[in-house]
């Protein structure tokens, strides 16, 4: 019996290249061995003249003759997937049923089907995975729950692994089904203020600025210049040196941000692999801002370090809040898997800066996991625009290896730090809790 | 975030009970010598060990384990059909358990795999019970006598000739 040897180890592993609509078969080669089986018993039974052993080996022979008439089964199946909710918000379950009819003309005895799962989701309960057996237009359902997160989720082709009834041979298949794809996008809501750097448009808003007008903050006095508006004449001082004198305020202007996520290789870093990755936090975080700053009357725009191009120009209004939302729930560029391509950053940072509105100032979401992107927003600052840090910190004490990347972390907000560039350190608190903490220190 | 949590891939429940009780209905047909006997329960503690673990080799071993005691039943007289049952029960709870850990490792125990398991199980017994039927059945009227062996070893070398012909 040791010679029906095991096949070849299968499962999911085995089918990883195989593309959408591809077929392949294969022979398992389970029952290998079992004619052996069939001789050692007859042998045994004719040497000592044991009819039985001879009949017994008989059973062996049946196994092996229907092993060895295998043929891989035909492989011709529709999936119909449906999914309870299609446009979730951000931590619902959705139902996902999918139902496998066999459109051939044969029975399919042996029938796996493993779901083609978003890779973004997990599943929360149920299987994706169904063994079945099917006659000609016959089918079964299967049902499992997934967790949504932020994105578009499209469903990945199933495979599907017929076998014929000895389980030797073997058709796979992946099946397509139709496009359902999840869209979950979150709602921007406001949270806490940023302190913005003093690089304004022209157009007013609420940053102060260090250029005398009106306004409601002191900057200075001077000397009157006919046409100054009377509310501004300093009477104080006219009273007691005769002088005419103008109060000038800190004006208030509107600036234009464009809120720059870092979603390069180098910042997907979780604390595990269920734990939210930095870049999943630096998209929250963008979200958060677009909406606290548009509602202090700036232009805001959304760009991504990236080697897939991701860029809204600063705007306002209420459409643009929607691409905003969008942009942030959906944009290949910000998906919470990491990208395949490298990011090169001197292509990209030129390319960057020449969209980049001249006036425009930079507020970065960066877990700041690598110096390349240190130097990278020096340049931007050094370019004249003016460069914010808000940095989602991925790092824990747990060993050696996390508290030597959060000391290397800590360095790099330091450096940016010295170099004039506010750093603002993201821990594991409330968004609100860091800028109000960032607003304190201001 | 991460895709697919990794699935519980411990042998299917199924299966698992169908093997182990086909296993000991093997065993019960060795009752025919204590040695048979004996070689039979470390064969089905074997498997009872693969089925828990969801070892293959495991299960292989202890479906020799359990061969080794049908042919020394045989080798000491015990009836046909006794001999005959226990072969094909021997053989089903190889199949039917290894196929078990097989569906567990790919599916998982999360998944739906009942009806899958229930027909492999069923065409098993189905495949085993033909030709020990009309094995038994051909050596009752036959009589069991001397002649029965060479006729016996005529048919068997050409079925295994027309069968095993690539």
Not at chain 1, 99 to 113: A, I, Q, Y
Not at chain 2, 11 to 25: E, M, Q, Y
Request: glycine share 10%.
């Amino acid at each position: 019996m040791a010679a029906m040897a095991a096949g070849p180890s299968e499962g999911e592993g085995t089918y990883a290249d195989l593309g959408p609509n591809e077929t392949i078969t294969r022979r398992t080669e389970r029952w290998r061995g079992v004619s052996a089986l069939a001789l050692v018993a007859g042998a045994a039974g004719v040497l000592a003249s044991q009819a039985a052993l001879v009949v017994a080996g008989a059973v062996g022979v049946a196994f092996a003759a229907l092993a060895n008439a295998a043929r891989p089964p035909e492989l011709s199946l529709a999936l119909e997937r449906s999914v309870s909710d299609a446009d979730p918000d951000p931590g619902d379950s959705v139902t996902v049923t999918v139902d496998v009819t066999n459109t051939g003309e044969s029975s399919l005895p042996d029938l796996r089907v493993i779901d083609g799962v978003p890779p973004a989701l997990g599943v929360e309960s149920g299987s994706p995975r169904l063994g079945t057996a099917l006659r000609p237009g016959e089918s079964a359902t299967f049902s499992y729950e997934v967790a949504v997160a932020r994105g578009s989720h499209a469903f990945e082709p199933a495979l599907a692994v017929a076998r014929d009834v000895s389980g030797t041979a073997e058709r796979a298949r992946r099946v397509t089904a139709d496009a359902t794809p999840l869209t979950c996008v979150p709602t921007l809501e406001a949270a806490g203020e940023l302190p913005l750097r003093a690089q304004t448009t022209g157009q007013p808003g609420r940053v102060l600025t260090e250029i005398g007008g009106s306004g409601v903050a002191f900057h200075t006095t001077r000397e009157y210049r006919p046409g100054d508006p009377l509310s501004r004449l300093d009477w104080n001082g006219l009273a007691k040196t005769g002088e005419l004198t103008t109060v000038d305020f800190r004006e208030e202007r509107a600036a234009s941000v464009v809120l720059l996520i870092d979603a390069r290789e180098q910042a997907y870093r979780a604390l595990g692999p269920d734990a939210e990755s930095a870049v999943e936090r630096s998209v929250r975080a963008a979200g958060s801002l677009y909406g606290a700053l548009t509602d202090e009357e700036n232009r805001v725009g959304i760009a991504a370090l990236s080697p897939e191009p991701c860029w809204l120009a600063p705007g306002v209004g209420t459409a643009h809040r929607a691409q905003a939302q969008e942009l942030l729930a959906t944009h290949p560029a910000l998906a919470s898997t990491p990208p395949e391509g490298t990011y090169y950053p001197s292509i990209r940072g030129r390319r960057l800066r020449r969209r980049l509105p001249d006036d425009a100032q930079l507020v970065v979401c960066s877990p700041l996991c690598d110096d390349g992107v240190v130097r990278l927003l020096q340049r931007f600052d050094a370019a004249g625009h003016r460069v914010t840090v808000v940095s989602p910190d991925p790092t824990d004490g747990a060993t050696p290896g996390r508290r030597l990347a959060g000391v290397e972390r800590r360095l790099r907000l330091s450096t940016l730090r010295s170099a004039g560039i506010p750093a603002l350190d993201w821990r594991d608190e409330p968004l609100a809790t860091a800028l109000a903490r960032a607003g304190r220190s201001a | 975030m991460t895709a697919t949590p990794p699935i519980d891939d411990s042998p299917a429940r199924v299966s698992t009970g169908f093997a182990l009780a086909a296993s000991l209905a093997g065993t019960l047909g060795l009752a025919a010598s204590t040695a048979s006997l004996a070689l039979g329960l470390v064969g089905v503690v074997l498997v009872a060990l693969g089925l828990a673990r969801g070892w293959r080799a495991a299960v292989t071993l202890g479906g020799a384990g359990l061969f080794c005691g049908v042919v020394l039943a045989g080798l000491v007289g015990a009836p046909a059909g006794v001999v005959v049952f226990a072969t094909a029960a021997t053989v089903v709870a190889w199949d039917v358990a290894t196929f078990g850990i097989e569906v567990g490792a790919e599916l998982g125990r999360e998944a739906d795999t009942r009806r899958l398991e229930l027909v492999h199980a069923g065409a098993s017994v189905v495949v085993a019970a033909i030709p020990a039927g009309l094995g038994v059945a051909l050596f009752r009227i036959a009589g069991g006598g001397p002649s029965f062996v060479p006729v016996a070893l005529l048919c068997g070398a050409v079925i295994l000739v027309v069968v095993l012909r690539p």
